[in-house]
């Protein structure tokens, strides 16, 4: 199990010394630091904790100049740690640092008054009645306040015991996507290149490809040390330092994100997020408004586009548009900041980190359900979603997808409704189809294909699954319902006397044009097709039949041509039928078409050996 603690509050409230107290580890690594008597940069200490397999406090700072760098150590916390000064009490970056942990919903906390050695006791209880009054309503689950002294050790070790007590690590699966945001990068002398940081979620092992986006700069895990241990693997919720070989440290820093070398993690230009104001918020969010995008460990640019305008205290729907790119997934929680004068005005999750340009905004999407959500998701991609990327898009594992609404068509998740509304579709083309010419035996493979638009590669999944239900009939590239006999519009009659026609006409056949002056009929090519269909009569030409007797007559003639293996004249054959050469080669094509006579690598006409016959 592995638990993070982070701090928050206004500077010089003792937070670093109080991490100080609880893990016997100094805080302030930087010179610059130790000179100016500040927090500038994020630190980390392990923390023992008996019954927790791996503990450990990152120290923010608390001067509003550093927010940014606070906001990168608060993401992927399990337990916040609010610190307020017995004597100052609330400050402003109390408050600002409380809204940041409100907005990341970081799921427990624990109000620390510091310094209760240097104040009057009844000056503390204000102070405490203060702060339990502003958290009484908080979405982050705080306990009741502790008081202590980092310097007399008063209410170190209850703390300490209340951490323990509290110390429940967000659930994170280690068959997850791998993400880790980089906090820390530097190099190190017989490692390499290391960064730093808080690994959200999936594993990252000794030997493993890895990227580094954005930027796509590849690399692979040479060591790993996790909670001040060095470890074959790193599960999900430890805080990590990871050693490169392959990446410059040069190309790397805070804002980046360590993941997985084959994971779906495109950068992101532009998301779709639920944005909520704080109250206090100087102005409402209308289009265009540039504000600063506190995600992760990164801090990037963006134009905000509400789908209504958000007033301070409320909450709406809006895409935005990043200047810098971002690795996001669905449900990340961020933190929005102003762009001048810089302060938190909000934050919110994201519901689509990757939507399409003109996409629809169906309610299912704001769900915090991801069953539910995931319909929105699909309803908004007529072309569904790649299974490789839901997963990044939905904002849960693979394993923890379950398709209510969606069904897998190859290697593409769609939308349920949508993906049956193509199989009424389909069906109705072919009906139509039928209805149009009755007498064809179906539609085009392709022309059918063509007919669903954008989502032809869907066709032959229906089609498939169709025909497996003996719903669809599919031969020669034809489609048609099973239930579909052709028909003449004549009925059978039409189709016995074009027959007798053809049959009288002997082995040169008629044309179409000589039917439709021998025979009255009401559909003559749906009646010629039908007894093609049927085997009664066949095409040597495009527009001249024979009968099936006349066919049966010249493929004897041509194989008694033959024999022997000799090529086969046309001389031969009229003289054996007794036709004109006009007539003798339409016939020949046609064997060769039927594969009883094929052309050797002279071109000289043969039988196809009896055992390779069609017919």
């Given amino acids: 199990m592995c638990v993070i603690i982070g701090t928050a509050g206004h500077i010089d409230h003792g937070k670093s010394a109080l991490v100080t107290a609880l893990t016997g580890k100094a805080m302030d690594r930087l010179s610059e630091e130790r000179r100016r008597g500040i927090t500038i940069d994020l630190n980390f200490a392990p923390l023992e904790l008996d019954g927790v397999v791996a503990a450990g406090i990152v120290d923010v700072p608390g001067h509003e100049d550093f927010v940014r760098t606070m906001v990168a150590g608060a993401s992927g916390i399990d337990l916040v740690l609010l610190v307020v000064d017995a004597v100052e009490g609330i400050r402003p970056q109390t408050l600002e640092h409380l809204a940041i942990v409100e907005q990341l919903r970081i799921p427990r906390g624990i109000p620390v008054i510091t310094k209760v050695d240097l104040a009057d006791p009844d000056w503390v209880d204000l102070v405490e009645a203060d702060l339990a009054e502003r958290l009484g309503n908080s979405p982050v689950a705080f306990g009741p306040v502790a008081r202590i002294s980092s310097v007399t050790g008063v209410g170190v070790g209850e703390l300490r015991e209340r951490i323990r007590r509290s110390a429940e690590p967000t659930i994170r699966r280690s068959d997850d996507l791998t993400r880790l945001p980089i906090d820390r990068a530097f190099a190190l002398a017989g490692v390499g290149t290391v960064v730093t940081g808080t690994l959200w979620s999936g594993t990252v092992s000794v030997g493993d490809a890895v990227r580094i986006e954005p930027g796509g700069f590849q690399g692979r895990v040479r060591s790993i040390e996790s909670h001040g241990r060095s470890v074959a693997l790193a599960a999900p919720g430890s805080r990590t330092a990871v050693g490169l070989a392959g990446v410059e440290v040069s190309s790397i820093g805070r804002g980046l994100t360590l993941v997985g070398a084959e994971d779906d993690w495109p950068e992101a230009r532009s998301f779709d997020a639920v944005v909520t104001l704080l109250p206090e918020a100087p102005r409402p969010l209308t289009d265009r408004i540039r504000v600063r995008v506190h995600h992760g460990t990164a801090e990037v640019m963006a134009r905000v586009y509400p789908r209504e305008t958000i007033r301070p205290g409320g909450s709406g729907l809006a895409r935005l548009v990043l200047e810098t790119p971002l690795v996001v997934r ?156 052709p028909s003449s519009g004549g009925g059978d009659e039409e189709v016995q006397a074009l027959v007798a026609r053809i049959e009288e006409a002997g082995l040169e056949g ?80 046609w064997a060769d078409r039927k594969g009883i006579t094929w052309r050797d690598r002279e071109g000289r006409r043969r039988l196809v050996p009896s055992g390779d016959r069609a017919i």
């Fill in 510 to 589: 008629l044309t179409v044009a000589q039917l439709a002056g021998l025979v009255r009929v009401k559909d003559l090519r749906g009646a010629l097709r039908i007894g093609v269909d049927r085997g009664l009569v066949d095409a040597v030409e495009k527009d001249r039949y024979l009968a099936a007797p006349a066919l049966a007559k010249a493929a004897e003639a041509i194989r008694a041509a033959g024999q022997g293996n000799v090529e086969i004249q046309p001389a031969a054959i009229r003289d054996r039928i007794g036709l004109s050469r006009k007539h003798v080669i339409p016939l020949l094509e």
């Fill in 330 to 485: 669905g449900a990340d929680r961020l933190v929005l900041r102003s762009y001048s004068p810089v302060a938190t005005i909000g934050g919110g999750w994201i519901v689509d980190p990757d939507p399409p340009r003109k996409a629809a905004w169906p309610s299912a999407l704001i769900s915090p359900d991801p069953a539910v959500r995931l319909g929105g998701l699909l309803e908004r991609r007529s072309q569904g979603i790649p299974r490789r990327s839901l997963p990044r898009i939905l904002g849960i594992p693979a394993a923890a997808i379950h398709e209510n609404s969606a069904v897998a068509v190859g290697d593409r998740f769609m939308h349920r409704p949508a993906f049956e509304a193509l199989r009424s579709g389909l069906l109705g083309r072919l009906e139509a189809w039928h209805r149009q010419s009755p007498a064809s035996p179906g539609l085009s493979l392709e022309t059918l294909r063509a007919s669903l638009g954008p989502h032809a590669w869907l066709a032959d999944e229906w089609l498939a699954r169709l025909s497996a239900q003996g719903t669809v009939t599919i031969a020669d590239g034809l489609a048609a319902l099973a239930t579909h006999r």
